[in-house]
């Protein structure tokens, strides 16, 4: 008889707690309320910015949504992934914060669509740069975005969204996107100005309590990160324990991991500790293994990236096709000694997708499912390259393929050892 | 109020319940995410993680036993951060998890409440630092350099120590077998 031993120590719960964490309850529950109240996992109010711009353009006599100048024929130009063929124009976008979003094209496949979506910026200041980071926001319960071209002429980023689960039957389909990242720069060539060998020895309360201190002044800023200061530092039971502190809202993203550099080199960090993040204070605590005589003669460094970020809300609602190309079906899965019920799968030129449900099916996990089609052109392995989400009441899992598949040539799928035919 | 009236009051819809448990229990189950996911994960998938708990809880209450609520809790904390972790491909990096026992014969089997007892009470059995080392592995599902950091200690004494505590384990499971 084979147990877990996790299984068995979770269901014991002794309840010792390493570590304890101080989530920001209001916070919490803020998110916690959005994700109940909305209908779609990252479903959005209507957009407001497109109203408004609406009323502007009607002034102005232009139209808010208008044509997008780099349209698909321009695109296809461009772009060598088969994709670009399976999507049908859009050309709308939005402006706000002066950075375009724009639907070039966008095809629906099922519970599936495939969007080529650029993001341009026209105020001149070049933010838009092929190392942007966004995260589109659409019908799906899952969005991936990729960047597939970089226009250095015009200044544009194409990318290709991929959007998964969606679950309303028509109608136009939103895509939004509520803040971009940019100029990003990597930082901690330079030690913070900290005299690490006069640090306070604290005990293990009096240190909690520097930590929380709400009122903590710098002591020293920490080098390129645009406004992010070492609070508090101390040397409290083996370790070195120090607290940054950032300003809500100020515009950056800061990925900080301090590293400690000893006078022989060694390099020690941890990611151990915890951060508080709130509307008024957003801070991080941090705990280094280390001898006390070696932070004589070491350099405190803070290893990472920094991004500027920018909020703004743009969302687009886009009418178009649904493409007959997809095969449908609701089946009985047989995987990993369960039998997955009235599953769902589609079939597209995308690759394959697949909706359970949770209930009953407890910690199923889709990673191990093998899946694989037959083809005229012979069987195609999918089963590594999945994709998994998994909500509160489903899991959904999709399994890209590189070029797209002729739906019509598909005979066979199978799924863990269930054969669907065609 | 206390967890009973509360999930009354969940189960019709009163937002003011949820707050409360948000309240009452968030640092508990934040406490279990994030030991798992970070710093595998980001602050921002624990905090989603979290949130989905809490996304449950609200959807459940009118099927949550009053008494239970901490383990219901405490379960789903566990599985979200095991979702998240399978969503981005990754598995908790424990060491011979898996433990093979005898087969029993047919009246010797334990039951499930028969191996909880055991497994708490060759826990509670063991000294420190074991016993925070084994929790520390197998409960939060951190990794031993991880461990190993954490404690200043040396990553082989960590596998030493967990090889030790999983004999405890077997040994108290298998307490009676011929």
């Given amino acids: ?422 | 109020m206390d967890d009973r009236s509360a999930l009354a009051a969940l189960a019709a819809g009163d937002e003011t319940a949820l707050g409360w448990f948000i309240e009452r229990y968030s640092a508990y189950a934040a406490t279990i995410i994030d030991n798992m996911l970070l710093p595998r994960l980001t602050a921002a998938d624990a905090e989603e993680a979290l949130a989905d708990v809490f996304v449950s809880l609200w959807r459940s209450a009118a099927r949550i036993r009053p008494e239970g609520v901490r383990a219901y809790l405490a379960g789903i904390a566990r599985n979200r951060a095991r979702d998240a972790l399978r969503a981005h491909r990754l598995e908790l990096p424990l060491e011979e998890d898996l433990l093979s026992l005898p087969s029993p014969g047919p009246d010797e089997a334990l039951t499930e409440r028969e191996l909880i007892e055991r497994t708490r009470s060759a826990v509670d059995a063991m000294t420190e630092p074991d016993r925070g080392i084994f929790l520390r592995h197998y409960y939060y599902g951190q990794g031993v350099a991880e461990i190993a950091a954490a404690l200043d200690m040396n990553a082989n004494t960590v596998k030493t120590r967990l090889r030790r505590g999983r004999e405890r384990l077997r040994a108290e499971l298998t307490k009676g077998d011929a």
Avoid: H
């Fill in chain 1, 1 to 422: 008889m084979d147990v877990r031993i996790s299984d068995l120590l979770f269901a014991a719960c002794p309840g010792d707690l390493p570590n304890p964490s101080e989530p920001d309850a209001g916070r919490l529950r803020a998110l916690v309320m959005k994700k109940i109240k909305s209908p779609g996992r990252r479903a959005r109010r209507t957009g407001r910015t497109v109203l408004l711009a609406a009323a502007l353009a009607a002034l102005l006599g232009v139209s808010a949504l208008a044509a997008v100048s780099g349209g698909l024929d321009w695109l296809r130009e461009r772009i060598s992934s088969g994709f670009v063929d399976e999507v049908e124009p859009v050309e709308r976008s939005v402006t706000d914060e002066g950075i375009e979003l724009s639907i070039i094209a966008a095809q629906r496949f099922g519970d599936q669509a495939l969007y080529y979506v650029s993001l341009r910026d026209t105020s001149g200041l070049g933010r838009v740069q092929p190392d942007i980071m966004w995260q589109p926001i659409s019908a799906g319960s899952s969005t991936i975005s990729e960047l597939v071209y970089f226009d250095e002429t015009g200044g544009r980023a194409i990318f290709e969204v991929r959007a998964a689960g969606i679950e309303r039957a028509d109608g136009p389909m939103p895509l939004a996107m509520s803040s971009l990242r940019y100029d990003m720069r990597e930082v901690g060539r330079t030690p913070a100005e900290l005299d690490l060998s006069g640090l306070p020895e604290l005990t293990g309360s009096e240190t909690g309590a520097l930590m929380r201190e709400p009122n903590a002044e710098p002591l020293c800023e920490i080098p390129g990160s645009a406004g992010a200061y070492i609070t508090a530092a101390a040397y409290c039971e083996g370790e070195l324990v120090l607290r940054y502190d950032e300003t809500p809202g100020d515009g950056y993203v800061r990925e900080l991991r301090p590293v400690l550099v000893t006078a022989e080199g060694e390099r020690l960090s941890t990611d151990r500790g915890s951060a508080v993040w709130s509307d008024i204070y957003r801070y991080t605590r941090r705990n280094i293994p280390v001898n006390r005589e070696e932070l004589t003669g070491a350099k405190l460094y803070f290893e990472g990236v920094v991004y500027s970020e920018l909020y703004g809300e743009w969302e687009i609602q886009a009418d178009f096709g649904g493409s007959a190309q997809i095969l449908e079906r609701e089946l009985d899965i047989a995987f990993d000694g369960l039998v997955l019920e009235d599953a769902s799968v589609t079939v597209s030129p995308m690759g394959v997708c697949l909706s359970v449900s949770r209930a009953g099916s407890g910690d199923i996990d889709l990673g191990r499912l093998p899946v694989s089609l037959t083809t005229e052109s012979g069987e195609l392995d999918l089963t590594t390259r999945g994709s998994f989400y998994y909500g509160g009441d489903c899991a959904r899992a999709c399994w890209p393929v590189e070029t797209p598949l002729d739906v019509g040539e598909v005979s066979s799928l199978r799924l863990g050892s269930t054969e669907l035919q065609f």
